[in-house]
């Protein structure tokens, strides 16, 4: 009688597989804990919900799991929004990794509906699938939301914070860096090049 060896073999491959994947994902989960062991642990990020440019329902939820890099916007910005979103863009296209995320709220939700986002998004050019736009679906929850980031709301929306808020795979508060201070913004890509 011939014993058929295949359905085994693969069987054996499949476990192998899966426990490499598990070890380096493992590997990678602490290499980024002990880089951001080294940051203060701001606490927990508060609960939101919100509508991305894509139209899809986002939560705090959603952030767990991977790196995230939040700030704060709005579409029809002349002055800091720019910068700050050019130098988003710029950390965005040097840090490829797949466990960094990026995370654009706007701060003028009545006026950046999913489809402004949408549209904003394509005419600056920001193509990396990465970088989320979201509208928090009204200005309690916005308000919420950056009280709890411990940035300040403010009800005019030129008045928002120019940070980048740096939140941890945990959905912890990790750093804030002022995207308009060079040596801020070089301290953030330090830990960035770190986990890549």
């Not at 991977?66 to 910068?83: A, E, H, R, T, Y």
């Not at 995320?101 to 006026?111: A, H, I, K, Y």
Request: with cysteine.
């Amino acid at each position: 009688m011939v014993y058929n060896y295949s359905k085994p073999c693969i069987a054996v491959l499949i476990v192998i597989s899966f426990f490499l994947n598990s070890c380096d994902s493992q590997k990678q989960s602490k290499d980024i804990e002990s880089i951001l062991g080294r940051t203060q642990n701001y606490g927990t990020i508060p609960e939101f919900s919100g509508t991305t440019d894509a139209n899809v329902k986002m939560t705090q939820k959603d952030l767990s799991g991977k790196l995230w890099l939040v700030s704060f916007f709005f579409s029809s910005c002349g002055d800091i929004c720019p910068k700050l979103n050019a130098v988003k863009s710029s950390i965005v296209a040097k840090h490829t990794s797949d466990s960094v995320r990026f995370l654009s709220v706007t701060v003028d939700p009545e006026t950046d509906t999913p489809e402004t986002l949408k549209r904003h998004r394509q005419e600056m050019k920001f193509t990396d699938k990465r970088w989320t736009f979201i509208r928090m679906d009204n200005d309690s929850i916005l308000e919420r939301f950056m009280n709890g980031l411990m940035i300040g709301y403010a009800e005019q929306p030129q008045n928002h914070s120019a940070r980048i808020i740096l939140i941890d795979s945990k959905s912890h508060i990790r750093g804030y860096f002022d995207a308009l201070d060079t040596q801020q913004v070089d301290s953030l890509e330090s830990i960035l090049r770190n986990m890549q």
